[in-house]
């Protein structure tokens, strides 16, 4: 399993950065801001692994609980906000466990109830843990939970597979329970009776749009998102501003050329290959549009027309006029 994670989960560590060490963020992790500003944009986990680690590093090791401190309400989207107008403490936990490859399809988590406790857990690993997403995760459940939950909330315990960087009392202290890292599961552990308390912020109308809203994103969200796939996201864009080049598209993924290339290859194809499968999609749904062909041109980013009927005789065996009067017969 190797998934991908939204860059949504990333620019809470971006933002938890002092600027004196954005460049070496960036060096480090080879992410840039145009990436992370990229709504649509999915990163893999051993980036976002040492986004985190990153972090810690030009930060301090419980960076993740000021995060939490700071984070406003809507950070996490659309996946946020299911939860937040969900009935109970249950469903908004349940909507969490089914919305969150959303955001990180590269681990599993799931909602257990164990006799008189329950347990929010991962139960498949990314293959590149980051320690301080959980921490981030987990803290802010306890959070929102004590914040939105109509009765009182308290933690019953913490675990952590990971190493403690720093001071476990700060842990203890800001969860208000025993927290133990170096366990062998990551979990938050609460009373089962919690589950059924109400949340101050249900909005039945809400949430069954926002059900609808996501549940259409997931249907469109491929199982397992491909380097090529997110090259030819970008290049969508990028082919109509004359900005279809190597270069251009390895930033915008926050990758170097050579890694992009690389990367491509380990997926049997390359870039040359992906721009012009691109370039025929999009030139096929221009058509069906009815756009006239110079614009078409344009749009799949060929400076010149003549150079445009040369690749589309190369793709169909015939011209772009050609293949227009062909359909209309």
């Not at 476990?168 to 308390?197: E, T």
């Not at 380990?266 to 025929?280: I, K």
């Amino acid at each position: 399993m190797a998934g991908s994670v939204s860059v949504v989960l990333v620019r809470p560590v971006v933002a938890a950065l002092p600027s004196a060490h954005h460049a070496a963020f960036w060096t480090a992790t080879d992410l840039t801001p145009e990436l992370v500003s990229d709504d649509e944009a999915r990163i893999s986990p051993a980036q976002f692994c040492v986004a985190w680690a990153e972090l810690v590093r030009l930060t301090k090791p419980a960076i993740a609980l000021a995060i939490a401190d700071a984070l406003p309400a809507g950070a996490f989207g659309i996946v946020e906000y299911v939860c937040r107008s969900a009935p109970t403490v249950r469903q908004a936990l349940l909507q969490w466990v089914r919305y969150l490859n959303l955001l990180d399809d590269a681990v599993v988590v799931g909602l257990a109830v164990e006799g008189d406790r329950a347990c929010l857990r991962v139960e498949v690993e990314s293959e590149a843990p980051a320690g301080g997403a959980h921490e981030l995760c987990f803290a802010l459940v306890a959070q929102r939970v004590r914040q939105l939950s109509a009765l009182p909330f308290r933690v019953t315990a913490v675990e952590f597979v990971h190493r403690c960087a720093g001071d476990p009392a700060i842990y203890r202290a800001w969860f208000d329970a025993p927290v133990r890292f170096g366990a062998p599961l990551n979990q938050i552990v609460f009373p089962s009776a919690a589950l059924d308390a109400n949340l101050i912020s249900s909005d039945p109308q809400l949430l069954a749009i926002l059900t609808r809203a996501a549940d259409e994103l997931q249907a469109r969200a491929p199982a397992d998102p491909s380097l090529q796939a997110q090259v030819a996201r970008v290049l969508r864009d990028a082919l109509r501003t004359e900005e279809g080049h190597v270069d251009h598209v390895a930033k915008r993924l926050g990758l170097t050329s050579r890694s992009l290339q690389r990367r491509l290859k380990e997926e049997g194809t390359s870039f040359n290959l992906v721009r012009e499968q691109t370039r025929r999609d999009l030139t096929q749904r221009y058509l069906a549009e009815k756009l006239s062909i110079s614009e078409i041109s344009f749009l799949v980013g060929f400076s010149e027309p003549s150079a445009f009927f040369r690749a589309f005789k190369r793709w169909t065996g015939m011209t772009p006029i050609e293949a227009r009067r062909a359909a209309t017969t």
